[in-house]
């Protein structure tokens, strides 16, 4: 079970009332140490939707191994630029933002900064519904979808892009050449069913799950080489990214790949917990308040029914780790307004303690809370807003 510094982090808190969120300024800087380490030296492009906090993205981006940003949405890109962020900005999905699109469009900064996705024509087509036919050159990159399909009608991965073939990729390049108002700077390609699928335990499972990541990162180091060569044919590419958190090894193998993305493992969330290829230090954590007793092995904290997106499965609840060995009821889960822990731990809980957990996912504990503090040891080095607290929303 993965453990926390709660006594270091009462202390830093003790003058504040939970619900309250702590990120640890020495186990961020030490994941951040980490990640740089297993990318051999390419560069980490930061997914800012596992960051969701200004403060933190420029004291990753201020560490050596990083440069630019990943971000999640065009409106999000011009917010952190216009911040003066970065200067390098790759929005991960496509958009369809017409005020956004505009907006970027009208400044001229941020049209040399920014990137934008996609993977088919019909994307150019809704940048010009939104400017119009004559408008300014925009940067585009094209997403290859990254999925492994080792037999017809068998799909392993994220359902991202349409395109997957060398030959769709040079004609998708090739459209938007000939496209006035466009300009093809950049190949990302997200391997999720390596980046993002646990890979420890020693069942069966997990052993299929390991042999699937080898022979899906095999086959995608050769169409990605061959897709990248294909769109240099077209178009003088800046960057090709890949990855993420999970996959950095495999994907800084590729030599076609010159920037990795990564994010959440500089927060080290509950999912990161099983791979056996790192082992992040779990950097963000919140505390909930005792407020009822419901039985003698009970004790219910406020709030904290803050699930992580994807399947609805167990992985995804936040996980009680301080008081050591308190868990969730199976019948309950984690609810929006109060949440039962259970275990020999809860004996000795009374009401106004603390119960700290671990969110599922990096990023979206931020949606939970305005602020972050961030502790060293145990003080408070200072308080910070998330992206909610600076009363922003990027859906």
């Not at 980490?44 to 201020?62: G, M, N």
């Not at 920037?259 to 082992?279: I, K, N």
């Not at 994807?310 to 780790?321: F, H, I």
Request: with cysteine; glycine share 10%.
């Amino acid at each position: 079970m993965t453990t926390v510094n709660a006594a270091a982090y009462d202390a830093a808190t003790q003058d504040l009332d939970p619900p309250l969120a702590v990120v640890d300024l020495d186990a961020f800087d030490a994941n951040a140490r980490d990640l740089t380490r297993r990318a051999c030296g390419v560069p980490i492009r930061i997914a800012s939707k596992s960051v969701r906090c200004r403060f933190l993205l420029d004291h990753a981006l201020a560490m050596p191994g990083y440069a630019g940003l990943l971000c999640y949405s065009l409106p999000e890109a011009l917010w952190l630029h216009r911040y003066g962020v970065s200067d390098d900005l790759v929005v991960a999905y496509p958009t369809v933002d017409h005020a956004a699109l505009r907006a970027l469009a009208s400044d001229d900064a941020a049209r040399t900064a920014v990137t934008i996705m996609v993977d088919s024509t019909e994307h150019l087509d809704a940048v010009d519904a939104a400017l119009g036919g004559a408008h300014p050159e925009i940067r585009v990159a094209l997403e290859l979808d990254a999925s492994w399909r080792p037999a017809p009608r068998l799909h392993i991965g994220t359902r991202r892009s349409p395109v997957f073939r060398p030959r769709s990729a040079h004609t998708l390049a090739s459209r938007i050449a000939d496209r006035p108002g466009f300009r093809l700077v950049g190949v990302m390609a997200y391997e999720g069913q390596i980046a993002g699928v646990p890979d420890g335990g020693r069942g069966p499972s997990a052993r299929l799950v390991r042999w699937m990541q080898r022979r899906s990162a095999a086959e995608l180091a050769q169409r990605r080489g061959e897709v990248v060569d294909a769109v240099r044919r077209v178009a003088d590419l800046e960057f090709v990214n890949g990855g993420g958190t999970g996959s950095i090894e495999s994907t800084v193998d590729d030599p076609s790949v010159t920037e990795v993305a990564a994010g959440s493992g500089l927060l080290g969330p509950g999912l990161f917990d099983s791979y056996t290829r790192f082992t992040p230090e779990p950097a963000a954590v919140f505390a909930l308040p005792v407020v009822r007793r419901p039985s003698r092995d009970l004790a219910t904290v406020f709030a904290g029914g803050y699930i992580a997106s994807g399947p609805a499965k167990p992985s995804r609840l936040p996980t009680p780790v301080a008081p050591a060995g308190l868990t969730l009821l199976g019948v309950e889960g984690a609810g929006e307004v109060q949440t039962p822990v259970k275990g020999a731990a809860a004996r000795r809980l009374g009401l106004g303690d603390r119960v700290w957990f671990r969110h599922a996912k990096a990023g979206e504990l931020a949606e939970r809370f305005p602020e972050y503090h961030l502790v060293r040891g145990a003080r408070i080095e200072r308080t910070v807003p998330t992206y909610r607290g600076e009363g922003t929303f990027f859906g």
